[in-house]
């Protein structure tokens, strides 16, 4: 069973940056991917970006550039770094380590 706990969100300014941190506990190996999702009030939780065991980054169209996926996995800690933060992005955020495990979201607001 993993663990998985998100820290670093908050309120930040419109053109703000903030980094996410996943840690994960529990039964981790390395060989697996992990993701960031996110959902706005009223939408339907949308992935974010997601980076493979290998390393190996894939990203939304509406974040690419943005944002940056990293994983430091002598941690098993995953991060996500947001740059260029607009009130689109203001979201729960959650990250899921391998196929099924979420973890409880952290509060992202963007507003000035």
């Known amino acids: 069973q993993v663990q998985l706990v998100e820290s670093g969100g908050g309120l930040v300014q419109p053109g703000g940056s903030l980094r996410l941190s996943c840690a994960a506990s529990?039964?981790?190996?390395?060989?697996?991917?992990m993701g960031w999702y996110r959902q706005a009030p009223g939408k339907q939780r949308e992935w974010v970006a997601s980076?493979?065991?290998?390393?190996?980054?894939n990203y939304a169209g509406s974040v690419k550039g943005r944002f940056t996926i990293s994983r430091d996995n002598a941690k098993n800690t995953w991060y996500l770094q947001m740059d260029g933060l607009t009130s689109e992005d203001t979201a729960v955020y959650y990250c899921k380590y391998g196929s099924a495990s979420w973890g409880q979201g952290i509060q992202v607001t963007v507003s000035s």
């Open positions: 529990g039964s981790i190996f390395s060989n697996y991917g």
């Open positions: 980076i493979s065991s290998g390393g190996s980054t």
